[in-house]
């Protein structure tokens, strides 16, 4: 018990280290500039011919935490330098906290325009954490056990490669639409809890102990979480599974245009380094504990005695989980040639759960550049935040990079609580074509 509650609190401080998030905004409202793109909406209508991204060149980092550094880096007065602080976190924590935490790293990615539409082959790293904690959890964690806790812990940290291939097609004249990506997906590493995971104790005035345990398991696969095994860690495994993305957009007039996008729908079955920590139900069993007016007698053993009491055991059992599923819904309204406005909303889905985030964003468009700015709100926090983006072409180069949270990237880092950012660099070809294509057809159809 002992190492998987180390476990989760090793979770919160890489999550605290890597402080990076909202929920992309910015970067969807890129749009058709941008091959990446498709990792959240997957309808690609290319403004050039081919692109070929720069390997290892293009990633996302997305963060999102119920708190902030400050709350847990406290600067200690004697010897003037920043130490963690449980106890302080735990003051500052609400019954149940939130953390999610988003990566991506795109290693390849070849993108054709067709005479309808586009064709796509990617490949990608990606690692995802959804942690929802209790307040009694910091408490464990900052003081021990001292009193009574419930433990509702929720986790899910998946971390897989995904190779892939996208297909857009447009209809009725290019006013509809439609796409799919097929992804085979590998998984190098994985924790979670079972669904509605509960661990809890009781102490009466006699000081005995009241225990109660449902579906108490922690799955987990790769050699990162079972620290005994001997391989080498390992990128691909036999952690195999499918995932689909699908999208459509219709062009409801000449101005308005509405979007939908829904991505990482899939599994992943882990048969590889897998460990299976469970503990066996228990209702409200009863046993005699510590003498309570000896705090460290009661702190020092009731870890002890309470891993005696509860039924433990290991297993090796192969297990299968869902990719988390995101969605994308969006209005675009084209006020001249140039200028665009886009109403957009997006949920995580995590854990089961809809609390979506909103955002209303402008973009102007040129021939080879875009460049736009958004207010968003929602997130844990239901914050009101502005971000920005950009793409650009020099010669065959293009750059990009985008972020729902200015804010974040100027603020003191001992202030922030959630930022993202998406960069990259793509080589495109056919640009001035295509270009030239679009304008002579308008001047046809004029």
Not at 43 to 53: L, R
Not at 117 to 135: D, E, P, V
Not at 143 to 163: M, P
Request: aromatic letters at 14%.
């Amino acid at each position: 018990m002992k190492k998987h509650i180390y476990i989760y609190i090793a979770f919160l401080v890489v999550g605290i280290s890597n402080i990076n998030a909202q929920d992309y905004f910015s970067f969807y409202n890129l749009g058709d500039y941008v091959v990446q793109t498709q990792n959240v909406s997957p309808v690609y209508i290319p403004k050039n011919s081919f692109t070929f991204a720069v390997p290892v060149a293009n990633l996302g980092f997305n963060f999102n935490s119920g708190f902030k550094v400050n709350e847990l880096l406290v600067k200690n007065e004697n010897t003037n330098k920043l130490e963690y602080n449980l106890a302080n976190l735990y003051n500052e924590a609400g019954d149940f906290n939130d953390m999610n935490v988003d990566v991506t790293i795109n290693l390849f990615y070849m993108a054709f325009k067709r005479k309808r539409g586009s064709l796509t082959i990617f490949a990608n790293t990606r690692a995802t954490n959804n942690w929802r904690y209790t307040k009694d959890f910091l408490g464990i964690a900052a003081n021990g056990i001292t009193s009574d806790f419930l433990l509702q812990e929720q986790n899910e940290y998946t971390g897989y490669n995904e190779i892939g291939i996208g297909f857009t097609q447009t209809f009725f004249d290019d006013r509809l639409a439609l796409a799919v990506r097929a992804k085979y997906l590998n998984g190098f590493v994985h924790s979670s809890t079972e669904d509605g995971a509960m661990a809890a104790l009781e102490i009466d005035e006699s000081g005995n102990f009241i225990l109660s345990a449902q579906n108490a398991t922690v799955n987990s696969a790769g050699s990162f979480f079972n620290g005994d095994s001997e391989e080498e860690f390992k990128v691909f495994t036999e952690n195999t599974g499918f995932g689909f993305d699908f999208g459509a957009t219709f062009k409801a007039t000449k101005k308005l245009t509405f979007e939908i996008a829904v991505n990482d729908i899939g599994s992943i079955t882990w048969k590889e380094d897998v460990k299976n920590f469970n503990i066996e139900d228990t209702d409200r069993e009863v046993y005699s504990g510590v003498d309570l007016r000896s705090r460290a007698g009661l702190e020092d053993n009731a870890l002890d005695r309470i891993e005696a009491i509860f039924q433990t055991n290991e297993t090796e059992e192969e297990f299968e989980t869902k990719l988390n599923m995101k969605t994308y819904l969006s209005a675009r309204y084209a006020l001249t040639e140039k200028n665009t406005f886009t109403l957009a909303a997006f949920n995580t889905h995590a854990f089961d759960e809809f609390k979506p985030s909103y955002s209303l964003g402008y973009n102007r468009t040129l021939k080879k550049t875009t460049f736009g700015v958004l207010a968003s709100m929602g997130g844990i926090d239901n914050d009101f935040l502005f971000g920005a983006n950009f793409a650009m072409k020099l010669g065959p180069l293009q750059l990009y990079a985008a972020t729902d949270s200015l804010k974040a990237l100027f603020a003191k880092p001992e202030e922030a609580y959630g930022a993202n950012v998406r960069v990259g660099l793509n080589f495109v070809f056919g640009y001035n074509k295509h270009i030239k294509a679009k304008e002579a057809a308008e001047a046809e159809a004029q």
